[in-house]
Protein backbone atom coordinates (compact mmCIF):
# COMPACT_ATOMS: atom_id res chain seq x y z
CA UNK A 1 0.00 0.00 0.00
CA UNK A 2 2.81 2.72 0.94
CA UNK A 3 5.26 2.90 -1.84
CA UNK A 4 7.89 5.02 -0.20
CA UNK A 5 8.45 8.53 1.25
CA UNK A 6 7.90 11.05 -1.37
CA UNK A 7 7.57 14.38 0.44
CA UNK A 8 8.28 16.89 3.46
CA UNK A 9 6.31 19.46 4.41
CA UNK A 10 7.58 22.59 6.72
CA UNK A 11 5.70 25.45 8.10
CA UNK A 12 6.55 28.19 6.63
CA UNK A 13 5.07 31.90 8.29
CA UNK A 14 7.57 33.67 6.50
CA UNK A 15 7.57 32.20 3.36
CA UNK A 16 10.00 34.47 1.70
CA UNK A 17 12.71 34.55 4.00
CA UNK A 18 12.56 30.57 4.49
CA UNK A 19 12.54 29.72 0.65
CA UNK A 20 15.98 32.27 0.33
CA UNK A 21 17.52 30.30 2.77
CA UNK A 22 16.67 26.76 1.51
CA UNK A 23 17.57 28.30 -1.87
CA UNK A 24 20.59 28.60 -0.88
CA UNK A 25 21.23 25.62 1.60
CA UNK A 26 20.26 23.40 -1.07
CA UNK A 27 21.41 25.31 -4.46
CA UNK A 28 18.94 24.94 -6.57
CA UNK A 29 15.77 27.73 -7.36
CA UNK A 30 12.13 25.76 -6.62
CA UNK A 31 10.28 24.12 -9.03
CA UNK A 32 7.45 25.79 -8.08
CA UNK A 33 6.79 28.72 -5.99
CA UNK A 34 3.63 30.58 -5.19
CA UNK A 35 2.60 32.40 -2.42
CA UNK A 36 0.70 29.19 -0.80
CA UNK A 37 3.78 27.12 -1.51
CA UNK A 38 7.04 26.48 -2.42
CA UNK A 39 8.45 23.19 -3.78
CA UNK A 40 11.97 21.64 -4.54
CA UNK A 41 12.77 18.86 -5.91
CA UNK A 42 15.25 17.63 -4.44
CA UNK A 43 17.00 14.09 -5.95
CA UNK A 44 13.38 12.91 -6.41
CA UNK A 45 11.93 14.00 -3.42
CA UNK A 46 9.97 16.96 -2.56
CA UNK A 47 10.72 19.53 -0.16
CA UNK A 48 7.43 22.08 0.16
CA UNK A 49 7.57 25.11 2.55
CA UNK A 50 3.96 26.18 3.39
CA UNK A 51 2.85 29.31 4.65
CA UNK A 52 -0.53 28.36 5.61
CA UNK A 53 0.19 27.65 9.81
CA UNK A 54 -3.60 27.56 10.85
CA UNK A 55 -3.15 23.45 11.69
CA UNK A 56 0.20 23.22 11.92
CA UNK A 57 3.39 25.38 13.71
CA UNK A 58 6.91 25.42 12.72
CA UNK A 59 9.27 24.03 15.27
CA UNK A 60 9.23 20.72 16.71
CA UNK A 61 5.98 18.44 15.73
CA UNK A 62 5.24 20.73 12.53
CA UNK A 63 6.75 18.39 10.02
CA UNK A 64 4.51 16.20 8.31
CA UNK A 65 6.40 13.29 6.34
CA UNK A 66 3.96 12.33 3.34
CA UNK A 67 3.91 8.25 2.02
CA UNK A 68 3.09 8.58 -1.90
CA UNK A 69 0.17 6.08 -1.84
CA UNK A 70 -2.39 4.47 -5.31
CA UNK A 71 -5.35 5.35 -3.78
CA UNK A 72 -6.13 8.09 -1.16
CA UNK A 73 -9.01 7.04 0.19
CA UNK A 74 -8.53 3.53 0.41
CA UNK A 75 -5.31 4.07 2.56
CA UNK A 76 -6.86 6.71 4.97
CA UNK A 77 -9.53 3.82 5.59
CA UNK A 78 -7.32 1.19 5.79
CA UNK A 79 -5.26 3.23 8.42
CA UNK A 80 -8.55 4.43 9.82
CA UNK A 81 -9.50 0.53 10.55
CA UNK A 82 -6.08 0.16 11.97
CA UNK A 83 -6.70 2.65 15.12
CA UNK A 84 -5.58 6.18 13.19
CA UNK A 85 -7.97 9.13 13.23
CA UNK A 86 -8.53 11.68 10.42
CA UNK A 87 -6.33 14.88 10.51
CA UNK A 88 -6.97 16.61 7.40
CA UNK A 89 -9.03 14.40 5.33
CA UNK A 90 -8.02 13.90 1.31
CA UNK A 91 -8.26 17.23 -0.90
CA UNK A 92 -6.74 18.33 -4.21
CA UNK A 93 -3.89 20.80 -3.71
CA UNK A 94 -3.24 21.25 -7.41
CA UNK A 95 -1.83 19.67 -10.26
CA UNK A 96 -3.38 16.43 -9.93
CA UNK A 97 -2.09 15.97 -6.60
CA UNK A 98 -4.24 14.94 -2.96
CA UNK A 99 -3.06 14.76 0.51
CA UNK A 100 -4.42 14.08 3.39
CA UNK A 101 -2.93 13.23 7.23
CA UNK A 102 -3.77 10.92 9.61
CA UNK A 103 -2.98 10.61 13.29
CA UNK A 104 -1.22 6.92 14.49
CA UNK A 105 -2.60 6.07 17.83
CA UNK A 106 0.03 7.89 19.78
CA UNK A 107 -1.02 11.43 17.56
CA UNK A 108 2.05 11.16 15.47
CA UNK A 109 1.36 12.86 11.78
CA UNK A 110 1.16 10.57 8.82
CA UNK A 111 0.82 12.38 5.53
CA UNK A 112 -0.66 10.46 2.40
CA UNK A 113 0.34 12.05 -0.92
CA UNK A 114 -1.59 10.65 -4.56
CA UNK A 115 -0.08 11.96 -7.44
CA UNK A 116 -2.03 11.12 -10.58
CA UNK A 117 -0.10 10.49 -14.00
Given at each position: ??????????????????????????????????????????????????????????????????????????????????G???V??????????????????????L???????
Amino acid sequence: MFLGLRTIIYPAPELDSLKRWYTQLLGIEPYFDQPFYVGYNVDGFELGLDPDISTRKPGSGGVVAYWRVDDIHASLTHLILLGATTVEAPHDVGEKIQVAIAGDPFGNPLGLIQIEA
